[in-house]
């Protein structure tokens, strides 16, 4: 398969979850996806800006969406609060707000005009299963695979429109495709604490700590997630949340492109498995 | 004969128990007029409330396979479609205590409420005997929070109340205080915002279920989102919750894009940051989340910026200027 | 305080470090949600009298748009302590589902109405049974409730200019329905609510009435079951406001009104001694769902909606070529039940339904402009008006009647110490029909006064006996444990099925001498089965079969003051039509109906109907 994407990294993944970045680009390459990075793209605001100057992030949002409008390509994000800021960008533009924010725009030399849509790889990846299943190398066939949905790439539901938001498939079906036994955990569409993670910090590390023991609880090798937000808070924060709520502590938390990574064949260093705070040694050592 | 199951969570004031029932499969069902076959047709025993059966009195919520829905306002072959089986687990809405199988308890609910400050509180120029003027663009900005019917679906998944209520409030407290804040007739809309900032406004955790299970669309996330906005524009940016998020619009504009390691000590102030976050900080170097080199450079030059930011900072200026 | 308190607290402490400045003390509270004493002490009642019995000022039952606006008032009097008793959580009350607006002539500049002519309009609307005095005087503070509601917080739609907006209303000569969108009484049950909450009203949920208690012909207050655990609660009270709403539940499966509608305080104070007045006066709504009655709104056949028999036939043209589907609820109620009385409906007994068909207005005028009725036609009829017509046939809709108010100023009975606000009392406005847009501004007007009524009173009244308290209560305890222990018997929920067939077949929408005979036997036979009905559950904790027992037990003896009086009322008027007396009869039944118990009987009474400047004439529109 050939397909073409604007591709919308977002901070994290460029910074601190830059194993997942690494990760997508690689399995992209694999299966033959074309990702450009859009030039300039700036923060989604993350949740964080819409809520202390709402027009400032939607502004900065449809800029993004215009950068990628003159590439003529949809968006493609592998983070789920970047795909949900931007989609409900597209979503209040189109309600009304596209000429004022045009006007805006103007002042840049950009218009937005409405025409490139916005996916998440996870989309991607369960819609296209039957072209990169085969190209499977390594199938994990031991492996017991914890998913962990997260928010933002079902709820809410007007939004984030691509499955249902009660029962979402995706991820099960990926971690099939890779050989991999998905097991399901009560914590799968619950928060991991990341967006208020120093507001509500002791709220976060329980959340962190309830995800990580619910997987080992589970038996499974480690949690799955297709959010870096989401990776990020339940592997690095998940030691102080052992020590803060004293469970959890040692589950390996994968971005769902290193997972297809390693069923795909790629190496453990070009999908960042080495950078991990919660070591996925053992995990490796099963596939 | 299609055979549908119920697994009911009961309670009897002392004792938990989930009990099964069955019975015909009917399409004209609702989960409302299901539970209400049961009662009558099979045991007098099982307690759910409802009144109005029209989806404006807020009575029936309960949880069909742990999500709140409204009763009446939700048809069987809905969620059996949904859940893909016949058999639907039926519990009570959550977050609630319980006093009876589905039946929550309100009145502490009702307590909580009070702490929005409800009840409108007229400019001056307004009188009990000639009313109010408010032109229709103002009363749609408040329209869309008065259609809470206080049927709990917004609290019932809520993250941050499942983990401690005692430091946050049940998404519909928030909607209430916002339809004060927002409205054009309000004395001072900052009276019911500075409440919700001391009943945690700045904790909740951005998991979208209140968005997701409002059976009216109202999305209470909004509302808090809206009154952070007018507290900050107010001044009040005091707190970790503020300076987070002014953290990011900071680098927005500055960089473009996200600065994460000025991220922490702009939140929690640099001497706590430095002190508190010193393991932290430790492991992202040890893991080679990021090199000392790097961290360095980032804080102490920042980004480098994106392309085209003039472009976006003259964007966000023209847009801060039109308002 | 918890962890996460302890958190934000400690690093709100260490600004200094941080060189914040301008921090306001915001946080310094945190943790203060929780259910604080939600009044003041004056408000709080409690334990008091030698025996530790709940006393209160001010009791009002029920917590719809009346009930919460009498709290307010009764609250302003200041230093008396009031409460809110109801067997839900507030808010679950038929005022919510109140759609088209409030009545009020406001007068804005350029236009023509006048208190006068909302006031014609009532009286005539009545049917000329509405006493005028109180009319003028509910015209006037129906007015002013308007604007009071809007300074409360009420979102009303707006004018361009800002004030109120205003819409028609069938049977009014002017547009002067103030409406929030389509949900006023949603907008005013919860904007009074809201109010309530912040004037610190205290509220007792789960709580049923069970009894009105006299001492002496004085109110001495209720005996109520505390729902939570069983308990049964005799509460004094000076002054106590029946605000329970209307009975349209005795048609059970054929109204529009919520559950809970089942005339529990109107059954109470007919026990405690007091008139129901015009019990036989309950309007019915041409459209509601075959199962179960819901509305299907006006805005159906005001969209162009066709009524259809099973000939496929508009059969509108029958009764009102002129305006076929768009004639007035009464007209169009009639000509339903008369095409399945003749054979042209579908289905048989409470089940029989004709059509209302959409499908010619397409797809996208039903999607967009009628998707509530849509949705409901899905709830309900498994039915989709894009594609199919809909089964619908009339269904109760609101109790004209209610408890005799004896001063309509003040909403009191003729029992000291006892008044009746909103649809579950007469006073009377609504006469023989109601008007469109009035059941919302008599529940504010008849609130409020009777908040201001009951405080007056109660600030000079002494504190009752507790004599008849601890009698009532003690024989409801035992009530408890017998009818619970019952281990056979008949099905109440049978029985209340049964009532709403005999209810519905004698004394529906056309009523004989013969049909309501046969009715008024048929409730004496019920009234008898439930007796021995048996319950099947004892728990004492939250026990809603029991609930709903007493209920049923409420509605049979309601209903057969409806019965008896319908019988008597051998003319038709408004609401009330009598196939074997057709006309409107000034002479002989120009009064209402009041009925009352005396030991196991009904008895009838009249009062003349007070009429003012408005001389009875022919309502024709």
Redesign the interface.
Known sequence: MTRKYAFFPGCVLNAAAREAREATEAVAAHIGLELVEIPGWSCCGASQIQDIEHDTALAANARNLALAEKMGLDVLTACSTCALMLRTARQELAAGRKDEVNKALATADLEYKGTADVTHILWLLADTVAQWGPLVKKPLKDVKVASFHGCHTVRPPTVMTHESHLNPQSMETIITACGATPVHIPERLKCCGFHAVFPAEQTALRLTANAADDAKKGGADCLLTPCPLCQMQLDMYQPDAQAAVGKGGDTPVLHLTQLVGLALGIGREKLGLTRHIISPESLLAKC | MRTITFDIDRFDGTRSWTQSYSFEYDPALTVLASLILLKEKQDPTLNFTASCRSAICGSCAVRVNGNAVLACDTRLDTVLTQWQSDTLRISPIGNFHVLSDLVVDWSEKVERLRTAKPGLKAKAEFNAETGCRQSPAEFALIQKQWDCILCGSCASECNKLTDNDRDFLEPFVFTHANRYAQDSRSADGLLHVKEMVKQGLWKCLHCMECVTKCPKQIAPAADIAAMRAMAFAAGNTEGKGPRHAEAFRTDLENSGRLNEVRLVPRTEGLVDAATGRMGFTLRMLKHGKLSTREAVELFVTDNKPIEGIEGLRKIIRYRRDAK | ?????K??TS??S??T????C???P???????????A?ASDAATGGPSGSSGMMSFDVLIVGSGGSGLRAAVYAMRAGNLSVAVVSK???????T??AEGGINGVINYPGQKDSLDSHAFDTVKGADYLGDQDAIDYFVEKAS?A???T????T??????????DQRFMAGHQFPRTNY??D?TG??LL??N???????GVK?L??YQLLDVAVDDGICSGIVMRN??TGEIVPVRARAVILATGGYTRIFWTRTST???STGDGTAAALRAGLPFKDPEMIQFHPTGVA??G??ITEAARGEGGYLLNNKGERFMQRYAPGKMELAPRDITARAIETEIAEGRGFGEGMTAYVLIDLRHLGREKIIERLPQIRH?G?????VDLVDQPLPIRSTAHYSMGGIDVRDFRTMATAMPGLFAAGECGCESIHGANRLGGNSLAAAMVTGKEAGIGAAAYAAKASMPGEGALLRIAEQWRERFREATGRASGPSF?EIRDRMAQVLWDGMGIYRTEKGLTAASDALRDLQKEYHVAK???A???????FTHYVEVGNMLSLARCAVLSALNRRESRGAHTRVDFPQRNDKDFLHHNLVSLKGDDYVLDQRPVTIVRFKPEERTY
């Open positions: 305080m918890s962890e996460d308190n958190d934000d690093s709100l260490r600004r470090f941080i060189g914040a301008a921090a306001l915001l946080a310094d509270t945190l943790g203060s949600a929780q259910a604080a939600p839900t959580m507030p808010t679950r009350a038929a919510c589902m002013e308007v604007r009071e809007d300074f409360w917080g979102p009303y739609s707006r004018a361009k200019d800002g004030r109120v929030s969108a949900k949603h907008a919860h904007s609510f809201d109010y309530a909450l912040g004037s509220f949920l789960d729902l939570r919520p559950y809970i199962h179960g819901v509305l409901v899905l709830l309900f009829e498994n929920v319950i099947g559950n728990s004492l904790v939250y026990n809603t079969a």
